[in-house]
């Protein structure tokens, strides 16, 4: 009987053992699991984990009178703020019950689309530190985590000073556990060619970050470009071992995250469907011996499109996609067709290669009435319809009304909701 007992209880052991080793998946250097299929699988040790499959959107909600009133009302590109709550949140939601009782609710809407990672563009530190906003950001960060959607935080081009991107992790110390658990991802920059001279300022103040976010992953994106799939892998290859050696330089090389914003492999353009161009370029930037493969780096699609399929032509600040097969200028609905292909694929790739995390859509909503770019006029899941006066929101008490505009949902919603 006490052998038996014996037997069992080593039996007990080694199931233990082997559940355990199990779910702990492929370790590797930025401190967690990305390896496997599992469709949960966390970088580990962070604020809030960000977990594959990133299934995000980017988030950009200029209101319609944006260009008329962007020195007063927007004197920045922040809306994650008190200020906005009107349009990503709820009465209820931290610093927005002495607003007026109308809200979009942005937030709660990509979450019943399925959206669990929502990517910013502007983070200003005076939005917490003005008497008119005293929760500043917490009220957004909180709601998101209560929606189940991390967020990234970043730091903008125009932020190259170490001082300000103090001030934004001094802030975020200071906010509720809540609020941090929203945080997956730090973002430093965007898209800066050769200007990486402020990135180890900003890395110097993410160290600064106490508690749960001091392993927060970071990234900072680069663009594609080039000629065909082998030109435009290489190219970005060689950008993200340039912007992975200012961070091994820094000594945050096990924080790295390689983020692409990705749109098609670019002028003279591809005769393959954009879905299969997503598939050659993630294949390719995670083949054996590739610097991601070698160091372990995870792959984010920092942004996914396809309307800029061929590259996007400028003429007189106004940006037009090609007229290159198969974008050529589609129709929406052609466009819907490829954004779920392109969806869809990415879901399979998730499945295919362990380090690809996943794709952030861009983007949420159209810019209906912006001067400066005509492709942005149809990206998004959503247009923009203006209401009737008197608008509703404030931003602060001496400033314009600004608008809740409603939000249609384009050609483009279906595929993201069947996809997500």
Known sequence: MLKNDWIKLLGLFLFVVFISLGTIGGCNSNGGSVGGDDDDDDLDGVGGPLTRPVKGVAYD??????????????????????????????????GCSRKPDKFRDDVRNMANIGVKFIRMYDWNWQRDTETFAPSGHQGFLEYAADMGIKVSIPFCNGCMAKEVAEKIIGEINEYSDKAKSAIALFIVGNELGGFLDFIP?????????????????????????????????????????????????????????????????GLPGSQEKPSQQLENFVDGMLARGTLLTENSIPLLLSELGVFLVGGPVMTSRMCTPANIEPNAEGSQSLQARWLGEVLAKSNDLIGAQPMYLGSVMFQYMNKNFSSVCLIDHNLGIFS?????????????????????????????????????
Not at 384 to 413: H, V
């Open 61 to 94: 909600p200029k209101p319609s009178n944006y260009e008329d009133e962007k020195t007063q009302t927007y004197f920045d590109d922040d809306f994650y703020n008190e200020d906005f709550c009107q349009l990503w949140g709820v009465k209820t939601a931290l």
């Open 384 to 420: 923009l319809e203006q209401p009737s006066m008197p608008w509703q929101g404030a931003a602060r008490p001496t400033d314009p009304l600004y608008p809740i505009d409603k939000l249609n949902e384009t050609r483009r919603f279906a595929p993201v909701m069947n996809n997500y």
């Open 201 to 265: 300022q900003t890395l110097d103040a993410i160290k600064r970050a106490d508690g749960s976010l001091s392993n927060v992953p970071i990234c900072t994106p680069i663009k594609t470009n080039g000629s065909g799939k082998e030109a435009v892998v290489a190219n970005a290859l060689t950008d993200t071992e340039k912007v992975f050696n200012v961070y091994k330089q820094n000594g945050m090389e096990d924080r790295f995250i390689a983020c692409v914003n990705f749109y098609g492999i």
